[in-house]
């Protein structure tokens, strides 16, 4: 499974980006598996932010981002879009997106994840 994460930048506070995770090489025919997103900031721990089971749309956001961000996914694009609105400068971190095989259910412990993608920077500054 390849992971291919895009959609960071640098946004003023209160601003919005959109994330995006795409998923490909997979040789499941459940579509059960889950994608999820986890944020890292310099010097400081790896912390999950939201994840998505494809199959039934099931989420789990993290209490810091619950009513600010939205996870959503395309099944036909095997792909996985995390929406950011009213950002802090506190969100600011590098992104990655992760693949737990199916089946799964939504949560954001990392060790279950199988696959990870590459970061993707977001930086939220005035």
């Known amino acids: 499974v390849q992971l291919q994460a895009s959609g960071g930048g640098l946004v003023h506070p209160g601003g919005s980006l959109r994330l995006s995770c795409a998923a490909s090489?997979?040789?499941?025919?459940?579509?059960?598996?889950?994608i999820a997103w986890f944020r890292q900031a310099p010097g400081k721990e790896r912390e999950g932010v939201a994840c998505?089971?494809?199959?039934?749309?099931?989420?789990y956001y993290a209490d810091s981002v619950k009513g600010r961000f939205t996870i959503s996914r395309d099944r036909v694009k095997n792909t996985a879009y995390l929406q950011m609105n009213s950002l802090k400068p506190e969100d600011t971190a590098v992104y990655y997106c992760?693949?737990?095989?199916?089946?799964?259910?939504?949560?954001?412990?990392?060790?279950?994840?199988?696959?990870w993608g590459q970061g993707t920077q977001v930086t939220v500054s005035s």
């Open positions: 090489g997979l040789r499941w025919s459940s579509s059960s598996y889950a």
């Open positions: 992760a693949f737990n095989e199916p089946p799964a259910v939504p949560h954001l412990a990392a060790y279950e994840y199988d696959y």
């Open positions: 998505i089971v494809f199959s039934n749309g099931d989420t």
